[in-house]
């Protein structure tokens, strides 16, 4: 693939975990809405759940997510507080509507809480929530926060899926990134969560990551396959310093170029297939037998703020700072600083701080630009049936996209949408002709490979 292509379709746009993407969310959307959102949700609704635990117990440079190095334990034990009166209120509100099936902890590293306060919070989801039978259990870990204690914890309450973060398994990589972890450590943490009973076992791996090469990235694949893991993410490093300012402790210099990060990229999908695993959507690999692989086939993959998941849930509620929720109304955000979102749960159980109520033509794009995203193509009719005369702006950029496309990366063949083979590491590009609020906000993004 030249130079040239590469780099013609590698701005900077959003990667499409929602649409409208986050930066368009508004103050507009509040506690009050949120809270008749939650009232017209049916009896029998299907929800997922997501707590976010914004602290680790140590800073990578490279990292994107919302989270904070505490020293002490104080601190989570105060935002824990909160946390709980977040999902006491919430559940008042449902007063009983709803079955969970999916429960997810993310942060941050919510390995660190202790194995009495996982416990506690995993009480008091299943005083107030009715869990579905075979609702699926998962949770972040850093390899660096686990001892036997935790691992057990995480059994009594009935995790079924843990997600490690590798990143990279170089010493200059790691250096680099301030993210010191061996082999032998994640090794250890994978066999002890199977040992115990978890039953789906995720790694991350980053590229584009300061001083990785083709051969340093291969060579943390061929460790990682050796941990035979059930899914497997591999993402683009995402150089947002501007947004997190830690990330200027990363030399700049050292970092690969885009024609580097989408080399690295291809190679590394290309080891991982040739071990089996079946390639999903932008960034993942699943075993063929597992749940995210056999959705993917069917069609039945969905995106959403953790990434691709099987789960179809009614509602995603989300709890804890910086949380983001999505109703059949629309999304909304939980407020990012964690005093103030303490503050606002604390006194009147909620902190919403904005979001977005979806327009008739916002559920059409968001429906297109999904299915790009899991499938890489969307079908026309399909488009027609479920939206009706809501879709004919669409249907007609669809037509235009494909008549400026140059470089030949679409195509509407049999009455559908395509990204044909060539055009797929550019997928974020091709979703965002369809995202209208693209040229309104002023926000930035990371690259698009
Ligand atoms: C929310 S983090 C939590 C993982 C856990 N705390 C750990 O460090 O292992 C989940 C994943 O996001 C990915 N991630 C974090 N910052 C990123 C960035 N700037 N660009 C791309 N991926 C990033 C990493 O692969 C990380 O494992
Ligand atoms: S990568 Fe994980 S451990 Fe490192 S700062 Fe981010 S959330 Fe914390």
């Not at 809405?33 to 440079?61: K, M």
């Not at 509407?412 to 906000?441: C, M, N, Q, W």
Request: proline residues 4%; hydrophobic residues 45%.
């Amino acid at each position: 693939m030249s130079v040239e292509l590469v780099e013609r379709h590698t701005k900077p746009v959003p990667r499409y975990t929602s649409y409208p993407t986050a930066p368009h969310f508004h103050a507009g959307i509040d506690n009050t809405a949120y809270w008749a959102w939650l009232e017209q949700l049916a009896p029998n609704a299907a929800l997922s759940l997501y707590i976010h635990i914004p602290y680790c117990d140590r800073l990578c440079w490279f990292c994107g997510c919302h989270t904070k190095q505490v020293k002490r334990y104080d601190p989570i034990t105060t935002y824990l507080r909160a946390l709980h009166a977040e999902i006491r209120a919430v559940a008042d509100r449902l007063e009983g509507r709803g079955r969970v099936v999916a429960l997810h902890l993310g942060g941050g590293s919510p390995s660190m809480l202790t194995p009495a306060d996982f416990q506690l919070l995993n009480d008091l989801l299943r005083e107030r929530f009715t869990f579905a039978e075979d609702a699926e259990i998962s949770i972040e870990i850093d390899p660096n926060d686990m001892d036997a204690a935790r691992y057990d914890a995480l059994a009594a309450i009935g995790i079924t899926r843990a997600s490690l973060g590798v990143q990279d398994f170089d010493h200059k990589v790691q250096a680099a990134i301030n993210r010191l972890q061996t082999f032998e450590q994640t090794k250890e943490v994978v066999d002890a969560m199977r040992v115990r009973g978890v039953r789906s076992v995720n790694l991350d791996v980053l590229y584009g990551l300061p001083h990785q090469t083709i051969a340093t990235v291969l060579d943390t694949i061929e460790k990682v396959l050796l941990l035979a893991p059930d899914r497997l993410a591999l993402f683009g490093y995402a150089h947002v310093p501007w947004m997190k300012t830690h990330q200027r402790m990363i030399d700049e210099a050292a970092l690969p170029s885009v024609q580097s990060r989408f080399e690295q990229a291809r190679a590394a999908a290309v080891r991982i297939a040739a071990a089996g695993y079946d390639a999903i959507g932008i960034d993942h690999f699943a075993r063929p037998d597992d749940r995210l692989a056999k959705a993917a086939r069917e069609g039945l993959l969905r995106r959403n703020f953790q990434g691709y998941t099987c789960d179809a849930p009614d509602a995603l509620l989300g709890f804890g700072a910086s949380a983001i929720g999505q109703l059949p109304q629309g999304y909304i955000q939980n407020t990012v600083a964690t005093a103030e979102y303490q503050r606002q749960t604390t006194s009147n159980g909620t902190a919403i701080a904005r979001g977005i109520e979806l327009t008739g033509d916002d559920r059409v794009r968001a429906y297109v630009i999904e299915r790009l995203m899991c499938d890489f193509s969307v079908s026309r009719k399909k488009l027609q049936e479920l939206f009706g005369p809501a879709a004919a702006a669409v249907l007609e950029e669809m037509h235009l996209a494909v008549a400026h496309d140059a470089d030949g990366l679409t195509e509407i063949r049999d009455d559908t949408f395509h990204i044909r083979e060539e055009g797929r590491p550019f997928v974020r590009s091709i979703a965002a002709a369809f995202d209208k609020y693209l040229a309104v906000g002023g926000a930035r993004y990371s690259l698009a490979v």
